[in-house]
């Protein structure tokens, strides 16, 4: 799963001089579910993040920085 950073969404919206209102309204959520994704109480799913990066006009890995990059596992035991 992606690993979503509000605070780069927040800084995305207050850098384009929108308010939560405005965003909420070009991304088609409310006001108080912004709020709250912002505030880190809800984390938004696939289609919310899609509506958040379009609405911004940016792309999801700029939303989700952790996206690019891939976990490795160390091999134990392994001869």
């Known amino acids: ?15 384009r001089g929108w ?12 006001l108080s579910m912004l709020a709250a994704i912002e505030r ?4 938004p799913g696939c ?4 509506r958040l990066a379009d609405a911004l006009q940016v792309s999801l890995d700029s ?3 952790e996206a690019g990059k891939q976990v490795t596992h160390p ?3 392994v001869n």
Do not use: H, N, V, W
């Open 63 to 65: 939303l989700c920085p």
């Open 19 to 30: 308010s939560q209102q405005r965003l909420a309204d070009r991304a088609g959520l409310s």
């Open 75 to 77: 091999q134990e035991g």
């Open 47 to 50: 289609d919310l993040l899609t």
């Open 1 to 15: 799963m992606r690993s979503f950073s509000a605070e780069i969404q927040k800084f995305y919206r207050k850098q």
């Open 40 to 43: 880190g109480e809800r984390r």
